[in-house]
């Protein structure tokens, strides 16, 4: 192996970029299997050749007797995903600020998120289950099925608002502390804005876990079914391709959250790294 | 209104450990009491009895199931820690434009951002009687039938756990791979190491929290895994959690929970054995 710093690539590079290939093409070739056979025609089936090409299987989609209630999973699925962004960004956000003091029962905090985003999800799913059933209350997708949620999503929004937090400079807080600003005003005007671009990554893992979250919410949903367990009844009913049109239309939603959560951070860094031209430009931006 | 940084830290946490308590830890709680319930075959009846335990231990099946569950823990993490090492290595020490090194890394991960089912049922046009793979081998006259092993089989299994689950590795390596003083392998490479021995002897060292970060990650997914098993072994084969979720669907809510508490004995004492291996304490806790 030669120097890395030199212009001549050693062998080792063209053997391990090889590799990577192969890796990149055995994580997305299945997927754009399915794509391509989801706008099978009417008589294809589960596997090429295409017969023809159509929209037949996003059509039978919407048309219930298939597939069930996909209007309705999928509706249920944005809500409670846009529900746990939320709640997962507000409660990361103030829970990595306290992390930033000592306190005591702080290592207790931070273990029990640890171990709750390693706990198998169906038995997290069991556990708020027995317990709702116990409490006599009715799981319902929007309480018993989004608590479950949480316990996953959170401990991820809290360990990328570590990572955030770990580069935070405190001396912007101190400096608007000397220019006189309250403590509302510094968290508002300061610490938001510097946190945003990490912000955005805790909302893009709230969003796409939750809308795609499975093994926890199986057994909290209640009797109306979220998108994940739509898609996971047809793949032990349904034989058509209409199982690859859900496939398609879920990731292309998961895809959009990617592109825009990606697309904003990447903007958002742009215009911090340009050079600041005037005075007046150097005023933080809402 | 002033308010000390002590009660601060705690409205600050307290969302965070609310959500904890209330959807992860009284749930574990719940599920623990629930173990000692006696189940008449109709409901389950409040008691402080171990015969659901004394079930699930004496039980032939248990042993089978968890050997099996064991081998698919072992062979995955393996071979998932074999890939990513690799793909993490590729990313941290021979792409050298940083760019370059975000975008390849994000394109790693962006499937972790979609559904996992969408994933996993991806895989089935590929390995199916009719599928990719068998279509591509008997078009290429290396095989006259097509591979019966491919798909329903423990093949297709831990294809898709190595699928899925790849990117817990690649992850927790990369990050700290790319702490890694550059100069180090310099400074070794002047000493005049060959590649292997710098690999073996300073990069395994210095990434060893990302591997065991990755490994925690991928055994307790594997270990909790019930719906790839069931889908991609055609209910051939079975793991623990997977006879658990049946035993939910028949609502043996107590010998469902015995299974729960003993699955969550072995996964603890597994992550215990990687901790006593490597502290990976100070890596998460910043």
């Not at chain 1, 608007?176 to 938001?192: E, H, S």
Request: hydrophobic letters at 55%.
């Amino acid at each position: 192996m030669q120097k890395l710093q030199t212009g001549k690539r050693p062998l080792s590079f063209y053997a391990l970029s090889i590799f990577f290939g192969l890796f990149v093409l055995f994580l997305y070739g299945p997927m754009s299997a399915i794509y391509i056979l989801s706008f099978q025609g009417p008589t294809g089936g589960l596997t090429f050749p295409m017969r023809g090409w159509s929209l037949h299987w996003f059509d039978a989609l919407f048309s219930q007797q298939r597939t069930g209630d996909f209007a309705g999973a999928f509706t249920r699925s944005m809500i409670l995903a846009v529900m746990v962004l939320l709640l997962t960004v507000a409660i990361s956000v103030i829970a990595g600020l306290a992390f930033r003091r000592r306190f005591v029962g702080a290592a207790f905090v931070f273990y029990l998120a640890v171990a709750s985003l390693i706990m198998p999800g169906l038995l997290v799913g069991l556990g708020v289950g027995l317990t709702f059933q116990t409490l006599g209350v009715q799981t319902k997708w929007f309480a018993s099925a989004l608590g479950a949620q949480l316990t996953w999503t959170l401990p991820f929004g809290m360990l990328i608002m570590f990572a955030v937090l770990s580069r935070f400079n405190r001396a912007y807080e101190e400096a608007a502390r000397d220019l006189g600003a309250t403590n509302w005003q510094i968290f508002l005007w300061v610490v938001l804005p510097i946190l945003f671009p990490g912000m955005i990554a805790v909302a893009l893992f709230g969003f796409t876990l939750s809308y795609d979250e499975f093994p926890r919410t199986l057994l909290t949903s209640g009797a109306a079914n979220t998108l994940p367990m739509e898609i996971w009844g047809m793949t032990t009913n349904v034989t058509s391709p209409a199982l690859y049109a859900l496939g398609t239309v879920t990731t292309l939603v998961s895809f959009i959250a990617i592109a825009l959560a990606l697309g904003s951070i990447a903007i958002i860094q742009w215009r911090r790294s340009r050079p600041v031209g005037n005075v007046s430009s150097a005023k933080e931006p809402e | 209104m002033k308010v000390s940084p002590a009660l601060t830290s705690y409205l600050q946490i307290g969302p965070l450990l609310l959500v904890l308590l209330l959807f992860f830890g009284i749930p574990l709680l719940v599920v623990i009491a629930y173990s000692f319930f006696q189940f008449d075959g109709i409901d389950s009846v409040p008691a402080f009895d171990f015969v659901n335990y004394v079930d699930v231990l004496t039980s032939g099946v248990t042993l089978s199931l968890y050997l099996k569950t064991l081998y698919y823990a072992v062979v995955v993490w393996a071979i998932t820690l074999l890939v990513g090492f690799t793909v993490a290595y590729f990313l941290a020490f021979h792409v050298q434009s940083l760019i370059w090194q975000m975008a390849l890394f994000l394109l790693c991960t962006v499937p972790f951002w979609t559904s996992n089912i969408i994933r996993m049922i991806s895989w089935i046009p590929f390995l199916g009687r009719n599928g990719i793979f068998n279509n591509a081998l008997i078009g290429a006259g290396i095989t006259q039938e097509p591979l019966e092993f491919l798909l329903f089989s423990d093949f297709a299994v831990i294809i898709a756990y190595v699928h899925l689950f790849t990117l817990f590795m690649i992850v927790p390596i990369f990050n700290a791979m790319a702490r890694i003083d550059k100069s180090l392998i310099e400074a070794a490479r002047d000493g005049g190491a060959t590649g292997w021995r710098i690999i073996w002897d300073i990069v395994v060292p210095l990434s060893k929290t990302g591997i065991a970060l990755g490994s925690i990650f991928v055994v307790t997914l594997v270990m909790g895994d019930f719906f790839v098993v069931k889908v991609m072994s055609g209910s051939q084969s079975a793991s623990i959690a997977m006879a658990m979720s049946n035993q939910i669907a028949m609502v043996q809510y107590p010998p469902a929970a015995a299974s729960a508490v003993i699955l969550l004995i072995v996964v603890s004492l597994m992550v215990a054995a990687i901790l006593r291996v490597v502290d990976v304490r100070k890596e998460i806790a910043g």
